[in-house]
Every structure is written in C-alpha cells, then in structure tokens.
C-alpha cells in the first residue's frame, strides 16, 4: 500500500522535478484521497499513505515555488474502483454509511476525476496545471460530488 500510494508519488516527482528544473517551470498535481485528510478505523495504512502524499506535496511545493514550480494534490471522495468494490463486498453495511455521506447519492466514477473527464473536477485539475501563473502552490483540494 505505501509502495504504491506514497513511494509511487516520489518517483514520479523525482522524474517530473528534474524536467521541471531543467525547463525552469512546471506543474504537479498529485492524487491523494479524502483518506489523506480524514481517519478512519481499519484503514491506518492507506490513511497513512495519503496522508503522506499530502505532505510530500504541501513540502515539495515550499521548496519549488520560488523555481516556477507548483504542486498541488486532488483528493477525490469515494470513487467506484475494484479497490473499494472488494472493501464494500467485505463490509456490507459500510456501504449505507457511504452513500449517506456522498452529497450526490452514489460513489464517484474514475473518469470523473481523471484528466480526461468532463466537468467541474476536470477544471479544478486544469486550474492547478496552471497554477504557476497565481497564488495557488500547495493545497490538498477535496473532490467530492456536490
């Protein structure tokens, strides 16, 4: 789970960060989860793992700022992946607590959140890929359906 979730982030940013340097500017946006800014009982280690993307993220950020470089984290709410299907199956009583908490009524779709979705989660990534031109550095922005 860290091998995947956090140690995967810090590769691709060592790779991404050295083109940026060599370029002079860029734009990083990393994929946490609502898991990075909350905490819940029987998930520490993946908590843990995007917790720690948000910190290498809001770190990372600070000292690349002054090079041009911005980078920023989405956190997307819960999203349909086989992941959460099989933690669903497992736990089928978790399943109301979610979508209780879901202010559309269903789980998240991938191509929501993904680059090549449609709508106001897509501008919200777009925004962050230009970022360098603004204020916005370091942020872990939750995306849940509204």
Same mark, same amino acid.
Do not use: F
């Given at each position: 789970?860290?091998?995947?979730?956090?140690?995967?982030?810090?590769?691709?940013?060592?790779? =991404?960060?050295?083109?940026?340097? %060599?370029?002079?500017?860029?734009?990083? @946006?990393?994929?946490?989860?609502?898991?990075?800014?909350?905490?819940?009982?029987?998930?520490? @280690?993946?908590?843990?793992? $995007?917790?720690? @993307?948000?910190?290498?993220?809001?770190?990372?950020?600070?000292?690349?700022?002054?090079?041009?470089?911005?980078?920023?984290?989405?956190?997307?709410?819960?999203?349909? %992946? *086989?992941? #959460?299907?099989?933690?669903?199956? $497992?736990?089928?009583?978790?399943? $109301?607590?979610?979508?209780?908490?879901?202010?559309?009524?269903?789980?998240?779709? *991938?191509? =929501?959140?993904? #680059?090549?979705? %449609?709508?106001?989660?897509?501008?919200?990534? =777009?925004?962050?890929?230009?970022?360098?031109?603004?204020?916005?550095?370091?942020?872990?922005?939750?995306?849940?359906?509204?």
């Amino acid at each position: 789970m860290i091998a995947i979730n956090l140690r995967g982030v810090w590769n691709c940013m060592k790779y =991404e960060l050295r083109q940026m340097r %060599t370029q002079g500017s860029g734009a990083i @946006v990393n994929c946490s989860s609502i898991g990075g800014l909350i905490g819940l009982p029987g998930r520490a @280690v993946y908590h843990a793992a $995007k917790h720690g @993307v948000i910190g290498l993220t809001k770190s990372a950020a600070l000292e690349y700022a002054s090079r041009g470089i911005s980078i920023n984290a989405v956190c997307p709410g819960t999203i349909d %992946t *086989p992941m #959460v299907s099989a933690m669903l199956a $497992k736990e089928a009583d978790a399943m $109301k607590e979610i979508l209780r908490d879901q202010p559309i009524g269903r789980l998240g779709r *991938p191509e =929501e959140i993904a #680059v090549s979705g %449609t709508g106001r989660m897509r501008n919200i990534i =777009e925004e962050m890929k230009h970022a360098r031109s603004c204020s916005l550095w370091s942020a872990g922005y939750p995306l849940r359906g509204a």
